[in-house]
RNA sequence: CGGGAUGUAGCGCAGUUUGGUAGCGCACUUGGCUGGGGGUCAAGGGGCCGCAGGUUCAAAUCCUGUCAUCCCGACCA
């Protein structure tokens, strides 16, 4: 049956919602695929289920075909096995929890790994059975401090998760790799663009993750790319140590008065004025710059900690965050200034063992650690630890010891890849898949054991891979639409026609019934837009909102035994004659 | 949580400064004309002006409080 646009569930707007800030969110509103109900949480008309189910179709036939199996949880749950895992307290604030008649604890499920793990807990107690991987797409919920963009960052969201259990570490590495190589298989299907980049493993224990981005302006993570491959999340870029340099020349350091110099661009300003450099000029990457962070722990404690970089670097929120985690880290306040006085803000130095950090109210001494950059030897201008002074030529290794590495500046393009293939450059990019290896965390936490074939006990690794379906049909919005409205690839396209009877004679609207007749015959999906006494101007302004990519015009040219076809891409629209439409539409789709 | 903005019909907005019977465009209903690019004429239906309190003869408008939404940031497998 044809989606009659004169019966069709749908009102389109003429103009863009006042809420919708991004391409996607105004067009989807606007041609009638969804509408909002609260921040970050969305109906879905008629037009849009049908592409969300095109999008879940695809992934299912190859999540099947990679040897998956599809399975359904319940979106609500009770807490029990997510305080297992400590996720009950982890979550925090993102966590939509509630509770029953009888008071009892329930959480609305923001992802599945403990059910999915104990259900295979319960069924399954041997190697035999192993490997599994299950999956379901499903709807998630995470109350998010800030949902923005429509579809892209829901508070409720339909995602396809799957989990594999396999005995052994290399059974994970297939795993991981059919996986893998589904999701491939799948973006190029939906004909979304998709680069794969490392991803930070780090709080949930794994010890692999590939990040799949569309790179898009809009997108919320930022990625770094070689030309020789190399490809990751900032979050999980890792830089070389610097090797060493041989700094036995470096004159000795000396500490001079800097008066008003509690900044970066000042303190190179005075250098400059006051003390000549051997070559050229002195630059804030020839200082060395100590941030105060604080990292709060998961019972709340304040540590701080004082990061030494090149003074021509900021400090990367989120490679920080990523590095300490699963601490928060802060920059540190006036308050935590004033508890340690040793701490002079602006002219803050390393010291030979650091034991000057250790202010009175200090509960241990603060760490030191400094940007993998920093090569021992080398020479910096940087603060003396003293108002209004800095110190010259203070050399690493020699005038000043580190208690570590903190690898958390921030990245410039032009940068080398740590893996030394290229230059890198920066992107912006939105998640549409990860998939990770989560180790046995979860199978370890909830006690996931099988029998090997020497009847031994052994515990489960496992791996967890997840697809935003919702977030698709956002994505593919963002990148395929034009100044007047959706262009769906074929692939999710909700018809895979769509047919315009347009104008008074009655003949236009009865060849327009008899194509869609013939598409329907031979396969084809159709909408017909069979509105009487509607502007031709209006029909085509429909049908270039909705975004269909193949269109049929049933109009003025039937009296001479023509219909139009016209390619809603390439805006080209070829007279046909009627009997002739269907092949010419048939051979021109792709 | 910090900063900014906004709540008036299904959607987009004006009206608030200076208090005096609720407006416009789109959409919707009926009829006519029109019939290849959101056409036109006429007649209609639809409002707790976010909510609560206050001031006033009188509040969309002034005052206090509160709730909500959007944007930026923080946060976010």
Redesign the pocket.
């Given at each position: 049956m044809p989606i009659r646009l004169s019966s069709l569930f749908l009102?389109?707007?003429?103009?863009?919602?006042?809420?919708?800030?991004?391409q996607s969110?105004r067009l989807l509103v606007?041609a009638g695929y969804i509408r909002?109900n609260?921040?970050?949480i969305f109906s879905w008309l008629p037009l849009g289920l049908l592409v969300k189910n095109k999008i879940e179709a695809i992934v299912r036939e190859e999540m099947n075909a990679a040897g998956a199996q599809e399975v359904y949880f319940p979106g609500l749950l009770p807490k029990e096995p997510f305080e297992i895992t400590g996720r009950w307290n982890e979550?925090?604030?993102?966590l939509f929890r509630l509770k029953d008649r009888k008071d009892a604890d329930y959480l609305l499920a923001?992802?599945h790994e403990e059910v999915f793990t104990l259900l295979v807990k319960d069924l399954y107690s041997s190697y035999k059975d192993l490997p599994l991987t299950i999956y379901q797409i499903q709807i998630?919920y995470?109350d998010?401090?800030?949902?923005?963009?429509?579809l892209l960052?829901g508070r409720e969201f339909v995602?396809k998760?799957a989990y594999s259990f396999d005995v052994t570490d290399e059974g994970l590495g297939k795993s991981y790799a059919a996986q893998r190589d589904a999701y491939e298989k799948i973006f190029r299907r939906l004909g979304v663009e998709y680069v794969i980049v490392k991803?930070?493993a780090g709080?949930?224990g794994g010890s692999k993750?590939e990040e799949f981005l569309n790179p898009s302006p809009i997108g919320?993570?930022t990625f770094v790319r070689s030309k020789g491959g190399f490809a990751a999340n900032v979050e999980a870029v890792k830089f070389e140590i610097a090797a060493d340099i041989d700094g036995s020349d470096n004159p000795a350091a000396e500490v001079h008065d800097s008066p008003n110099t509690p900044t970066i661009a000042s303190l190179v300003d005075y250098s400059n004025a006051n003390h000549s450099k051997a070559e050229g000029s002195w630059s804030s990457a020839d200082t060395l710059k100590n941030v105060v962070l604080v990292l709060i722990g998961q019972d709340g404690k304040r540590e701080l900690v004082i990061v030494g970089l090149p003074g021509d670097r900021g400090v990367d929120?989120?490679r920080?965050?990523a590095f300490f985690?699963p601490k928060?880290?802060?920059q540190a306040t006036e308050e935590d200034f004033k508890k340690y006085p040793v701490l002079v803000k602006g002219y803050i130095g390393p010291t030979k063992s650091g034991q000057q950090f250790l202010g009175e109210e200090a509960e241990s001494k603060i760490r030191y650690l400094v940007d993998p950059r920093i090569a021992k030897g080398s020479a910096w201008i940087t603060g003396a630890n003293q108002d209004q002074k800095h110190i010259w030529n203070l050399t690493y290794g020699r005038d000043f010891d580190a208690d570590g590495l903190a690898d958390i500046a921030e990245i410039k393009a032009g940068d080398p890849a740590p893996d030394g293939s290229g230059d890198l450059e920066l992107s912006r990019g939105i998640?549409i898949g990860?998939v990770?290896q989560l180790g046995r965390k979860y199978a370890e936490a909830l006690g996931l054991k099988v029998l090997d074939e020497d009847g031994k006990l052994v515990t489960v690794t496992m791996g967890?891979y997840?697809i935003?379906v919702t977030r698709l049909v956002a994505v593919l919005a963002e990148s395929y639409n034009d100044e007047?409205?959706l262009v769906w690839p074929e692939s999710v396209s909700p018809a895979d026609v769509y047919i315009i009877a347009?104008?008074?004679?009655p003949v236009?609207f009865e060849v327009a019934e008899q194509l869609t007749l013939e598409a329907e015959a031979v396969g084809l999906s159709v909408m017909l837009d069979d509105r009487?006494?509607?502007?031709?101007?209006?029909k085509?302004?429909?049908?270039?909102?909705i975004g269909v990519p193949w269109i049929l015009?049933?109009?003025?040219?039937?009296v001479d035994g023509e219909?139009?076809l016209?390619n809603r891409r390439s805006?080209e629209?070829v007279a046909v004659k009627i009997e002739s439409a269907l092949a010419k539409l048939i051979s021109e789709r792709s």
């Amino acid at each position: 049956m044809p989606i009659r646009l004169s019966s069709l569930f749908l009102r389109t707007l003429r103009e863009d919602p006042s809420d919708a800030e991004v391409q996607s969110h105004r067009l989807l509103v606007r041609a009638g695929y969804i509408r909002r109900n609260a921040p970050g949480i969305f109906s879905w008309l008629p037009l849009g289920l049908l592409v969300k189910n095109k999008i879940e179709a695809i992934v299912r036939e190859e999540m099947n075909a990679a040897g998956a199996q599809e399975v359904y949880f319940p979106g609500l749950l009770p807490k029990e096995p997510f305080e297992i895992t400590g996720r009950w307290n982890e979550y925090g604030e993102n966590l939509f929890r509630l509770k029953d008649r009888k008071d009892a604890d329930y959480l609305l499920a923001p992802t599945h790994e403990e059910v999915f793990t104990l259900l295979v807990k319960d069924l399954y107690s041997s190697y035999k059975d192993l490997p599994l991987t299950i999956y379901q797409i499903q709807i998630k919920y995470r109350d998010e401090a800030r949902p923005r963009a429509g579809l892209l960052r829901g508070r409720e969201f339909v995602m396809k998760d799957a989990y594999s259990f396999d005995v052994t570490d290399e059974g994970l590495g297939k795993s991981y790799a059919a996986q893998r190589d589904a999701y491939e298989k799948i973006f190029r299907r939906l004909g979304v663009e998709y680069v794969i980049v490392k991803a930070e493993a780090g709080a949930m224990g794994g010890s692999k993750s590939e990040e799949f981005l569309n790179p898009s302006p809009i997108g919320e993570d930022t990625f770094v790319r070689s030309k020789g491959g190399f490809a990751a999340n900032v979050e999980a870029v890792k830089f070389e140590i610097a090797a060493d340099i041989d700094g036995s020349d470096n004159p000795a350091a000396e500490v001079h008065d800097s008066p008003n110099t509690p900044t970066i661009a000042s303190l190179v300003d005075y250098s400059n004025a006051n003390h000549s450099k051997a070559e050229g000029s002195w630059s804030s990457a020839d200082t060395l710059k100590n941030v105060v962070l604080v990292l709060i722990g998961q019972d709340g404690k304040r540590e701080l900690v004082i990061v030494g970089l090149p003074g021509d670097r900021g400090v990367d929120q989120k490679r920080a965050e990523a590095f300490f985690g699963p601490k928060e880290v802060e920059q540190a306040t006036e308050e935590d200034f004033k508890k340690y006085p040793v701490l002079v803000k602006g002219y803050i130095g390393p010291t030979k063992s650091g034991q000057q950090f250790l202010g009175e109210e200090a509960e241990s001494k603060i760490r030191y650690l400094v940007d993998p950059r920093i090569a021992k030897g080398s020479a910096w201008i940087t603060g003396a630890n003293q108002d209004q002074k800095h110190i010259w030529n203070l050399t690493y290794g020699r005038d000043f010891d580190a208690d570590g590495l903190a690898d958390i500046a921030e990245i410039k393009a032009g940068d080398p890849a740590p893996d030394g293939s290229g230059d890198l450059e920066l992107s912006r990019g939105i998640e549409i898949g990860h998939v990770f290896q989560l180790g046995r965390k979860y199978a370890e936490a909830l006690g996931l054991k099988v029998l090997d074939e020497d009847g031994k006990l052994v515990t489960v690794t496992m791996g967890s891979y997840g697809i935003g379906v919702t977030r698709l049909v956002a994505v593919l919005a963002e990148s395929y639409n034009d100044e007047k409205g959706l262009v769906w690839p074929e692939s999710v396209s909700p018809a895979d026609v769509y047919i315009i009877a347009t104008g008074k004679d009655p003949v236009a609207f009865e060849v327009a019934e008899q194509l869609t007749l013939e598409a329907e015959a031979v396969g084809l999906s159709v909408m017909l837009d069979d509105r009487l006494k509607l502007s031709p101007g209006v029909k085509f302004a429909d049908a270039e909102l909705i975004g269909v990519p193949w269109i049929l015009i049933c109009g003025k040219g039937v009296v001479d035994g023509e219909v139009e076809l016209w390619n809603r891409r390439s805006n080209e629209r070829v007279a046909v004659k009627i009997e002739s439409a269907l092949a010419k539409l048939i051979s021109e789709r792709s």
